[in-house]
C-alpha cells in the first residue's frame, strides 16, 4: 500500500456504487502501475489460470465480471481465448480495459443488482478483485451462476478479512446446499505478493437447475 495509500483506501472506504466509481474513475490510468509493479498484484493471472484448468476448449464464452482495467482479460488472451466479455460499474476503468482489445464485448453493470443478461449466457465467468470490502455483496454469487449455462464455472476471489467478515462463506455454502453450484477447488494464495495480503481463489461448477 506504501505506492497509493489514498487511492487504495479509498476503494475501500466508498459508501455508495457512485463513490466507487468515483474512485476508480480517479485511479484508472495509474491502476495497473500502481497495483502490478507497486503492490505485486498477482490476483488476475492465478485466477486466469485456474480457470483454464477447467475449460476444455478456447472457445469458452468468458464473462469477466468486474473485469476494472481488463488485467484478468489480458491474461486469458495471452491464454489463447479470444470469446471473453467484460463488465464493470466504473466507465473510467473499462474505457482502459477496452484499450487493451482483449475483449468482444464490454459494458457497464451493476454487481449489486440484477444483471440484465440472457439465463446460461457464458460457458464461465470469472470475477477477480470485487468480492472484497465496500464491493460487492455475496448476493452477486446468485447472479453469476444464473448466467453460467450448466455444467459451466464460476471462478472468484475474495480476499481475506473480507472472507470472514462479509457473509462470503455463508452464502457459498447456501448454494452448494442448494446444488446451485458445485465447489471443485479453493487455493488461499498470494493475491498482493508485495504487501503480504492473500485470496481466497474459488472455482465452482454451475449445476443443472
Known sequence: MEQTPEKWVATYEAKTPDELAEAYRCWAREYDRDTCEGMGYVGPGVAARLLDRYLDSAEAKILDAGCGTGLVGQA??????????????????????EEKRVYENVFRADMNRELTISDNAYDATICVGTFTYAHVGPDAFDELVRITRPGGYVCFTVRDGAYQEYGYRKRMLELEASNAFELKEMVDTDYLDKEDVTAKYCIYEVQEA
Request: proline share 0%; hydrophobic share 40%; charged share 30%.
Open 76 to 97: 486469458m488472451h495471452h491464454m489463447g481465448y479470444r470469446r471473453i466479455e467484460a463488465m464493470d460499474y466504473c466507465r473510467d476503468m473499462l474505457d482502459v480495459a
